[in-house]
């Protein structure tokens, strides 16, 4: 798994800090790493093809510069280009059919941030600075949000006007932090830092500065990393599967789920590490 | 839309402080404001009407006097007339018809305290003093809980003999607080304060004295009253959609109600002034 | 109902230390309470004998032995026999047949764990020291958690090299903790203590010792023993009834289940006993 | 029961043909039964009302005039007035806010033609001649489908250039017809007449006159009225409700149902009843 | 698997007519197969042993005797014991405690006619003559139903004054029958014969005479048990859970669960009988 | 559209025989239109281009040559390559990662084949011949299905040693079909015909010839293709959303949806040409 096996991706760069590892960061710092809709698509493709690298087993995801993970949706783009602008068309659109292909677009954004959901491996986010509407569409499908004490997070969209929501008011009930806060923060798109973040649930850790935070990051993955694989991507499934159905419902899935799963060598593998006190070493997947 | 539109109803102040924002006050304090039935209905009766009144934008639900929001149900009242009293019944009812009559009796008083959570509006509530029983199964249908510090919450149900619920249970396991937490006060009935609600989520602020929350409150339905009702609306309605719905409904959902939503022209003029750092207009809804 | 109607079962200590009130001990401290298979099935066939008994209101579960509520599966017992061992059969299964068997094995092994959750009278567990793996798996089945400040929880199927889930994955995210913190103790498999239990709401009390968790615990089951049985076992019903479902459906539900239950003389009687501030007797369930 | 409790509704006739039997009637018959808007509100008024009138235990629904059940909804008055004729406004509004609005009034539309659905006492429908467009959506709202042999069925939206659905494509699929079929219909608006209804299980009975179909569905309606209306009344609940969850919440719900209903003396009656071969006589509900 | 196996189960024929087919008579013909309470519980357990008995594959369902396949509960024995006799007791019970009873007993009562739909084997009745009440409770668990021509089938709750449902109004809305046929059908406690429960697709054959249907079921169970039990089992299994969720998660769990079962050794063996007109063996599960 | 712009796919024919209607031809005549893997996913990526290709309203599915539609998977093409052949596989995997690879598999095969149903055109499908095995998986995603007389039809799963589900056991019991009958043909893998499959409501049109069936389905696509494309698409949606819903979210469902599609101009367009008799023209989507 040379980097190079991956197609290069304007304003994200990707690499493998350690073994099994990888990790993607946002980089556009000159513009706060805000998001033109193609770059939306771009992390969607890197994670789809690391989601089935065997060569992974964590990512974490960052963003470059020291003033924001993203400051959001880039606004001057989208208001150029996009199913709002029409400047190309040749006859206007009613209503109805403006809306339909808005559904297509909004459907497809969503499923370029659902990548980071559906990706079979853990995804550990570090997140510092400005971090304001998509930041919290793309780290709401992350498993794990770490972030620095200078962050600054903000629901923006209802001060754009709309509830545009490619997953943030969708993902945030399911993250079970307090619906009270929820709905505070989502009316208001007032700012909220650090420590709030952490006492209502949203990170489960906070660190001094950026780097102490992507260093937390690499470290919570390196650990994962360690792991079977076959338990950890199983994990991670059966918490999301979980997240969305009763508990009849998840307990019948999970056993569906380990009729092969327990056949695993790795199994074998961990209960003999267990008791000789050694590291396993586990296969790809 | 002069208040002289809304019907008065007994035992509620209805005022509008500010722009857009009204205040319900529950104003029966020589009973510590406690509930008849006939009350339950007449709050339902606010909040619908409330609902569709372009005026409006935001609301406030406080009690009036110093020492309760409310003491819950008013027992006697419940005693001497609704379903269980039988006194202008000449015939005794068998337990089935007696069942299918409460049954009938509950589903309507259920559907008066929805009509808080049904409210298109943001409700935010501003609790103080003793908050027992129905003060929690029509809060939970709040958007936002603040409070005071000398607040008083108690479950009362179990100490009336049943799980008479009209919503508290139901509604608490979607609010993301913790289920171990739920159980210990709905199984005992035991009194908690604010600093345990704010801990737990159940509250997502907390002030000095009855005073300063209710303007904590009214402040929050001012901020959230100069957002475009457009998105304001919406950010509610895909929230409480998404309690109760998985992820992928939660979008399609999302995307179903943004197809026209997305068209406003509050789009345009919030990104406007979000680049000319004005304040924008919105035209009602 | 003395306790010898029970048949006694190796490994577990069953005791009665107050009216209605019974307590639950895992018992097998020279193995840190560590479960074998058997062990699982008798601990549900206690809960669901105690579930109907009318002379039990409440139930406190335990772990006997200064150092551990128990310390996970007994993986020597686990490896010698049960479905993965295969000693005794003349021809080996094929992978399908083999998962068929490995699937009732779970879907067995799961019922016993959820007796607990079925259990029709509250379940407080009280934890200490070690808390490893089942621990988890069985005391989220629990109502409420209590611990004492030296537990060390771990949830640790990760390192056993599988996701075999009997519960914990399943119930972790239906106890409204945050999932980040879910995600991340669930991934590593790290130990996290009392206070972190508490501040993610997993807990909703700490104690000093492991006398004092009891104790606490017992209070809580005496507390909950004097109130109507009607409505705590209805409130415990409706509370994990909503828990999986939609608000409208867990409403429907609790009117239907109360047809009858709002029938019960212990209304009358817990009213009363409220207006004359006496202490109401209820009759048994 | 008096049927001048009933206020009397234009373009409707309430009557009582038989005991416990109640008919309702469109009487519009110069204009095919054609349904403007505020007749649609007018029917859900008749339906909630009979719903908890204790007189009534089964309700016909039938069309005036030999011509039409119904023509559907009344193109004429739904151009005129109604949310998407303007006349009425001094601004317009934008796409947004329009939405919002017809997203209201869909809603409230819905609301009067699932009254027929909610009411708590079985509708038998007979339907013949032109049975177009809005005839689908309140008929399959009703409990049992009955129809003459000259019947001309069409599910028309199609054929105005919308899914304005107000029921019939969310509930044909839940008729239990086939989907295929659904779609074929659906998708031409074309016509299809009893036979096919017939054999596709869309009605289940096809009488030769409209006179014969409302005298088939009044003696059916008889034949209900006959039978314990606790059984009747649960029986239309339960399947209502199994119809839209598993087949396990469906046996909760049930267990939580009868545990009042099975207390009825009509168990005891229509037991005896059997016995000794007498028409048993069943108290109102 | 010698017979002798079986605990006898008075009322119960259980014969093995076939290599891997079992058939389940139930035999009290003096009483025209009417069942007792005991009975039920009877059934479910032999239900339960036969579910994962490796030599049986198929399982037929018949009543003994020329005149019934059973005529529904034994009404007599209903009224002198169970839940609602209180001869044994010493103090009257309120109505809350007698419908948590209530409750508790029906949830039994379904759970022992659940075993037939969990059993994991196919199951397929022969119905004959009288076929009422419990008869469809049974059967709607049951795979496939046949029937011969003189089969009388009522839904006869609502003739005994209550929806004490066990499954059959939960059920039959799942069998993919016409809804409005169902309404009528359980409204109206009117028999129904084998033409028209064919027409509705009740059933899905119908044979000359009860000794035809039977060989036709055996038929159909020894044709079934010449297939690959690893395929068999999982088809009953994939199709019970896609009748409960939607297209999404019946795909989600169908993938899952054939992680292990591609691996069967049964697909080899199945595919190369397919290229060599050979009948493959399979091994037991 | 001219079809230029579509890459020809390897066995496949796609053509435009009227306006508005693609018709795509399986042609593999010579292996009677067996598909190989690339087929399937061939297949997928035609109707995921014609989904939202605005020239197309329509879709006709048909199988080239005169004996078979489909015979099903090329079993010869899928032991050779494919997941379950290792050849080009340096060491052997152990059975948790063939497992978690096959999934992967299973879940891409799925998602080719889902693509019919997510296409936002309705496809209707002539069926004809042989048609085995996939070709029920593909069609169970199509809106119609028409059929000729000599139509032989199977569920061939269980005959290959697994329940191989790419759909139709997921689809099959949302198709509202008979469970009895569905249970009995994909338990047994028996051929059924044209009749047959018209009585359960499989398909919704028995033509003589292929031939004819491929002319009844393009003139079914070119009355469709005479609709308002808003209205049809939207139709088809609401339709699918329904099937998987309760009744009460599919409305809410409709209702988001519509509050832009209301809007549409077609509304106007195709009212004033029902008034005027004329065929009104609707602008592509």
């Given at each position: 798994?040379?980097?190079?096996?991956?197609?290069?991706?304007?304003h994200?760069?990707?690499?493998?800090p350690?073994?099994?590892?990888?990790?993607?960061?946002?980089?556009?710092?000159?513009?706060?790493?805000?998001?033109?809709e193609?770059?939306?698509?771009?992390?969607?493709?890197?994670?789809?093809?690391?989601?089935?690298?065997?060569?992974?087993?964590?990512?974490?995801?960052t963003?470059?510069?020291?003033?924001?993970?993203?400051?959001g949706?880039?606004?001057?783009?989208?208001?150029?280009?996009?199913?709002?602008?029409?400047?190309?068309?040749?006859?206007?659109?009613?209503?109805?059919?403006k809306?339909?292909?808005?559904?297509?677009?909004?459907?497809?954004?969503?499923?370029?941030?659902?990548?980071?959901?559906?990706?079979?491996?853990?995804?550990?986010?570090?997140?510092?600075g400005?971090?304001?509407?998509?930041?919290?569409?793309?780290?709401?499908?992350?498993?794990?949000?770490?972030?620095?004490?200078?962050?600054?997070?903000?629901?923006?969209?209802?001060?754009?006007?709309?509830?545009?929501?490619?997953?943030?008011?969708?993902?945030?009930?399911?993250?079970?932090?307090?619906?009270?806060?929820?709905?505070?923060?989502?009316?208001?798109?007032?700012?909220?830092?650090?420590?709030?973040?952490?006492?209502?649930?949203?990170?489960?850790?906070?660190?001094?500065?950026?780097?102490?935070?992507?260093?937390?990051?690499?470290?919570?993955?390196?650990?994962?990393?360690?792991?079977?694989?076959?338990?950890?991507?199983?994990?991670?499934?059966?918490?999301?599967?979980?997240?969305?159905?009763?508990?009849?419902?998840?307990?019948?899935?999970?056993?569906?789920?380990?009729?092969?799963?327990?056949?695993?060598?790795?199994?074998?593998?961990?209960?003999?590490?267990?008791?000789?006190?050694?590291?396993?070493?586990?296969?790809?997947?």
């Amino acid at each position: 798994m040379p980097p190079s096996d991956y197609p290069p991706q304007p304003h994200f760069n990707l690499t493998f800090p350690s073994p099994y590892v990888a990790q993607v960061e946002i980089s556009r710092p000159e513009k706060l790493n805000a998001f033109t809709e193609p770059m939306v698509h771009s992390l969607g493709a890197i994670f789809t093809q690391l989601s089935t690298d065997p060569s992974i087993r964590a990512i974490v995801l960052t963003g470059a510069g020291p003033r924001a993970f993203t400051a959001g949706l880039d606004v001057q783009s989208a208001s150029e280009s996009g199913p709002l602008s029409q400047t190309n068309r040749d006859e206007p659109l009613d209503t109805a059919r403006k809306a339909a292909l808005l559904r297509r677009h909004v459907l497809q954004f969503q499923d370029s941030v659902s990548a980071l959901e559906r990706c079979e491996k853990p995804v550990i986010a570090a997140l510092h600075g400005i971090s304001y509407g998509i930041a919290l569409d793309i780290t709401t499908c992350c498993d794990v949000r770490y972030c620095s004490s200078d962050v600054r997070f903000a629901v923006k969209e209802v001060d754009i006007g709309l509830a545009a929501d490619v997953g943030t008011l969708t993902r945030l009930p399911k993250a079970n932090v307090p619906m009270s806060w929820i709905k505070e923060v989502s009316l208001t798109a007032r700012e909220f830092g650090a420590e709030e973040a952490l006492r209502v649930g949203l990170v489960s850790g906070v660190f001094g500065t950026r780097e102490e935070a992507v260093e937390g990051a690499l470290a919570l993955a390196r650990k994962i990393a360690e792991k079977s694989p076959v338990a950890v991507q199983a994990t991670k499934e059966v918490l999301n599967f979980s997240r969305d159905h009763s508990v009849q419902d998840g307990l019948n899935y999970v056993a569906a789920y380990n009729m092969s799963m327990v056949q695993s060598t790795d199994v074998k593998d961990a209960m003999l590490a267990g008791l000789t006190k050694k590291k396993p070493t586990f296969a790809k997947l």
